[in-house]
């Protein structure tokens, strides 16, 4: 665990003390750690030499709206895998499994011709809508349901609870670290979404932030990494913020389907 904490820790650390370097300080051989002079003026001339705070605001609302989205039909499908009946059941849920090994890569040509078509490319809908699928919170909030001793299903029908009920009062309750991890996984996966926005965004009006901090990179062939690196450590701080707070929730989210009893 040292090993892996030292291999994953040291770019960040890289990464924060490169954004208070001068150009020059950076590409000094051999390479130095410690920034000297402290520069902290990359902060400043990373958020206004590009509309930073506006691609802050698409990525706030591009994660947002795909949060939510992606929430509520995971835990719906989810829900009616486990606890409904209907035919084709077991199909279905072959199918989304499918949809798992898929890579989103192989889909981007496809979306593409269907998003320029029906006139959506610059704007958030062309951006959300295609990225709007759930197979994977399909299948982890299968398999947390699937976990909930029947016993409590089968006394919540016998106290004439529908379907409708027996989700918000009795299934929602007791999947709360479940649904914390599905919903940091989300986010964190939203938030860092960079091919897709790319593709699909000509200006900054709909571009996030991972798009927007390749415009800090000049043309000149020697790119100043100070403002890029501290773009990307504003950029990365939020969804750190929230990680950190919710680790814990996530960690026994994840493995709270892997056994029962």
Known sequence: ??????????????????????????????????????HPQNYTEATQSVPFWTYLRNSLVITSVLAVVKFGLGVLSAFGLVFLRFPGKSA?????????????????ISNYALVAELGWRNTFAGIIIPLAGVAFGTFL????????????????????AGNWRL?????????GPTMVAFAVIV????????????????D???APLPV????????????????VM??????????????????????KGLTSGAVKG
Do not use: C
């Not at 279905?92 to 981007?108: D, E, G, K, R, S």
């Not at 927007?212 to 403002?227: V, Y």
């Not at 773009?231 to 996530?250: A, D, K, N, S, Y």
């Open 1 to 38: 665990m040292a090993v892996a904490l030292v291999m994953i820790g040291l770019p960040l650390v890289w990464i924060l003390l490169t954004s208070f370097k001068e150009r020059p300080d950076i590409y000094n051989q051999p390479a130095t750690w410690w920034p000297r002079p402290f």
């Open 92 to 108: 279905l849920f072959l199918l989304i499994i499918a949809a798992l090994m898929v890579p989103n890569q192989i889909t981007v």
């Open 141 to 160: 909030m299968r398999n947390h349901f699937l976990s909930i001793p029947p016993e409590i299903i089968e006394a919540a029908r016998m106290d004439g």
């Open 167 to 175: 989700l918000w009062r009795v299934v929602l309750p007791v999947s």
């Open 187 to 202: 986010v964190v996966n939203e938030w860092n979404e960079y091919l897709w926005p790319f593709l699909m965004s000509d």
């Open 204 to 206: 900054s009006s709909v």
């Open 212 to 227: 927007g901090l390749t415009q800090l990179q000049n043309n000149d062939g020697l790119t100043n990494w100070g403002p």
């Open 230 to 251: 501290a773009g990307t450590v504003l950029t990365m701080l939020p969804i750190l913020v929230v990680f950190l707070v919710l680790q814990r929730h996530m960690i």
